[in-house]
Protein backbone atom coordinates (compact mmCIF):
# COMPACT_ATOMS: atom_id res chain seq x y z
CA UNK A 1 0.00 0.00 0.00
CA UNK A 2 1.04 3.68 -0.95
CA UNK A 3 -0.41 6.56 0.65
CA UNK A 4 -0.18 10.18 -0.17
CA UNK A 5 -0.49 12.78 1.68
CA UNK A 6 -0.65 16.62 0.68
CA UNK A 7 -2.48 20.02 0.39
CA UNK A 8 -5.07 19.82 -2.43
CA UNK A 9 -4.12 20.49 -5.99
CA UNK A 10 -0.66 19.06 -4.79
CA UNK A 11 -0.48 16.76 -7.18
CA UNK A 12 -1.74 13.45 -5.51
CA UNK A 13 -4.08 12.35 -8.15
CA UNK A 14 -1.29 12.45 -11.23
CA UNK A 15 1.27 10.71 -8.51
CA UNK A 16 -1.05 7.72 -8.58
CA UNK A 17 -1.88 7.46 -11.83
CA UNK A 18 1.85 7.61 -13.11
CA UNK A 19 2.82 5.13 -10.62
CA UNK A 20 0.34 2.88 -11.88
CA UNK A 21 1.09 3.45 -15.59
CA UNK A 22 4.53 3.25 -14.68
CA UNK A 23 4.09 -0.23 -12.66
CA UNK A 24 0.91 -1.94 -13.72
CA UNK A 25 0.11 0.07 -17.53
CA UNK A 26 -2.02 -3.21 -18.87
CA UNK A 27 -4.27 -3.54 -15.54
CA UNK A 28 -7.23 -1.55 -14.57
CA UNK A 29 -6.73 1.94 -12.91
CA UNK A 30 -9.73 2.61 -10.98
CA UNK A 31 -9.77 6.11 -9.28
CA UNK A 32 -12.19 6.33 -6.43
CA UNK A 33 -12.99 9.84 -4.25
CA UNK A 34 -14.43 9.14 -1.35
CA UNK A 35 -15.38 13.24 -0.75
CA UNK A 36 -17.24 13.02 -3.60
CA UNK A 37 -19.93 10.39 -3.18
CA UNK A 38 -22.79 10.15 0.09
CA UNK A 39 -21.74 7.72 2.69
CA UNK A 40 -25.06 6.49 2.19
CA UNK A 41 -24.49 5.38 -0.95
CA UNK A 42 -20.42 4.84 -0.84
CA UNK A 43 -20.55 1.27 0.91
CA UNK A 44 -22.29 0.59 -2.74
CA UNK A 45 -19.73 2.23 -4.63
CA UNK A 46 -16.46 0.48 -3.45
CA UNK A 47 -18.12 -3.13 -3.07
CA UNK A 48 -21.25 -3.51 -5.18
CA UNK A 49 -23.82 -4.74 -4.97
CA UNK A 50 -26.80 -7.56 -6.58
CA UNK A 51 -30.02 -7.09 -7.83
CA UNK A 52 -32.58 -6.52 -5.14
CA UNK A 53 -29.91 -5.80 -2.34
CA UNK A 54 -31.63 -2.61 -1.70
CA UNK A 55 -34.37 -0.54 -2.86
CA UNK A 56 -33.19 0.83 -6.07
CA UNK A 57 -30.74 -1.93 -6.16
CA UNK A 58 -32.81 -3.10 -10.04
CA UNK A 59 -29.81 -4.27 -11.74
CA UNK A 60 -26.01 -5.65 -10.25
CA UNK A 61 -23.08 -3.25 -9.98
CA UNK A 62 -19.47 -4.74 -9.55
CA UNK A 63 -18.22 -2.27 -7.36
CA UNK A 64 -15.02 -0.07 -7.68
CA UNK A 65 -12.69 -3.10 -5.37
CA UNK A 66 -13.73 -6.05 -8.01
CA UNK A 67 -12.99 -3.54 -10.99
CA UNK A 68 -9.55 -2.71 -9.65
CA UNK A 69 -8.89 -6.97 -9.61
CA UNK A 70 -5.38 -7.18 -10.45
CA UNK A 71 -5.00 -3.50 -11.38
CA UNK A 72 -4.77 -0.47 -8.87
CA UNK A 73 -7.62 0.78 -6.78
CA UNK A 74 -6.94 5.20 -5.38
CA UNK A 75 -8.41 5.91 -3.01
CA UNK A 76 -8.68 9.74 -2.85
CA UNK A 77 -9.75 11.45 0.58
CA UNK A 78 -9.91 7.78 2.39
CA UNK A 79 -9.82 10.58 5.58
CA UNK A 80 -13.77 10.63 4.97
CA UNK A 81 -14.40 6.75 4.95
CA UNK A 82 -16.79 5.98 8.26
CA UNK A 83 -15.33 3.84 10.56
CA UNK A 84 -17.70 1.40 9.73
CA UNK A 85 -16.17 0.85 6.09
CA UNK A 86 -12.95 1.89 7.40
CA UNK A 87 -13.26 -1.66 8.85
CA UNK A 88 -15.03 -3.54 6.07
CA UNK A 89 -12.02 -2.36 3.73
CA UNK A 90 -9.02 -3.50 6.52
CA UNK A 91 -11.06 -7.36 5.86
CA UNK A 92 -10.69 -7.10 2.30
CA UNK A 93 -7.16 -5.65 2.41
CA UNK A 94 -6.40 -9.09 5.43
CA UNK A 95 -8.58 -11.22 3.82
CA UNK A 96 -8.33 -10.66 0.33
CA UNK A 97 -12.12 -11.11 -0.63
CA UNK A 98 -15.54 -10.09 0.41
CA UNK A 99 -19.50 -10.41 -0.16
CA UNK A 100 -20.88 -7.69 -2.32
CA UNK A 101 -24.31 -6.04 -0.74
CA UNK A 102 -26.71 -8.42 -0.67
CA UNK A 103 -24.19 -11.72 -1.94
CA UNK A 104 -23.31 -14.98 -0.70
CA UNK A 105 -21.20 -15.36 -3.18
CA UNK A 106 -17.15 -14.41 -1.80
CA UNK A 107 -15.94 -12.25 -4.18
CA UNK A 108 -11.40 -12.81 -4.15
CA UNK A 109 -9.67 -10.08 -4.91
CA UNK A 110 -6.36 -8.80 -5.82
CA UNK A 111 -5.02 -5.13 -6.10
CA UNK A 112 -2.66 -2.26 -5.22
CA UNK A 113 -4.48 0.57 -3.17
CA UNK A 114 -2.73 3.50 -3.53
CA UNK A 115 -4.54 6.42 -0.93
CA UNK A 116 -4.48 9.86 -0.66
CA UNK A 117 -5.75 12.72 1.54
CA UNK A 118 -4.92 16.30 2.52
CA UNK A 119 -6.10 15.67 5.95
CA UNK A 120 -3.76 14.22 9.05
CA UNK A 121 -4.88 10.40 9.13
CA UNK A 122 -2.40 10.30 12.43
CA UNK A 123 -4.16 12.82 13.88
CA UNK A 124 -7.22 11.51 13.33
CA UNK A 125 -6.50 8.21 14.48
CA UNK A 126 -5.40 9.60 17.75
CA UNK A 127 -9.38 11.45 18.40
CA UNK A 128 -10.84 7.74 16.91
CA UNK A 129 -11.67 9.43 14.28
CA UNK A 130 -9.56 6.79 11.74
CA UNK A 131 -9.02 3.12 12.42
CA UNK A 132 -5.23 2.70 13.80
CA UNK A 133 -5.42 -0.69 12.20
CA UNK A 134 -6.28 0.45 8.87
CA UNK A 135 -3.85 3.65 8.78
CA UNK A 136 -1.10 1.27 9.81
CA UNK A 137 -1.84 -1.21 6.51
CA UNK A 138 -2.20 1.88 4.27
CA UNK A 139 1.19 4.04 4.71
CA UNK A 140 3.46 1.00 4.23
CA UNK A 141 4.73 3.64 1.94
CA UNK A 142 4.22 7.16 2.72
CA UNK A 143 4.83 9.63 0.40
CA UNK A 144 4.40 13.91 1.11
CA UNK A 145 3.63 15.97 -1.55
CA UNK A 146 4.78 19.24 -0.54
CA UNK A 147 2.50 22.55 -2.38
CA UNK A 148 2.95 23.35 -5.66
CA UNK A 149 4.15 27.12 -4.57
CA UNK A 150 7.12 25.38 -2.72
CA UNK A 151 8.15 23.31 -6.46
CA UNK A 152 7.67 25.75 -8.88
CA UNK A 153 9.24 23.87 -11.88
CA UNK A 154 6.99 21.75 -11.68
CA UNK A 155 4.04 23.60 -12.59
CA UNK A 156 5.06 23.63 -16.60
CA UNK A 157 5.00 19.91 -15.83
CA UNK A 158 1.37 20.09 -14.96
CA UNK A 159 0.29 22.24 -17.50
CA UNK A 160 2.12 20.02 -20.49
CA UNK A 161 0.35 17.16 -18.91
CA UNK A 162 -3.00 18.24 -18.32
CA UNK A 163 -3.11 20.35 -22.12
CA UNK A 164 -2.26 16.61 -23.53
CA UNK A 165 -4.85 14.54 -21.83
CA UNK A 166 -7.31 17.32 -21.13
CA UNK A 167 -7.38 19.83 -23.99
CA UNK A 168 -10.83 20.53 -24.29
CA UNK A 169 -10.53 22.09 -21.06
CA UNK A 170 -8.26 24.34 -22.08
Known sequence: SIHLSGPTGSGK????????????????????????????????????????????????????????????????????????????????????SYYPIGSNQLQKVQFTLITATWEDLFEKAKNNLFRLDLLQRITHYKLRIPPLNERPEDVELFIAHWMKNYPRRF
Open 13 to 96: SLLAELYHREVFNEQPFIHLNCAEIPESLLESELFGHVKGAFSGADKEYKGKILLANNGTLFLDEIGCLSLTLQAKLLKVLESK
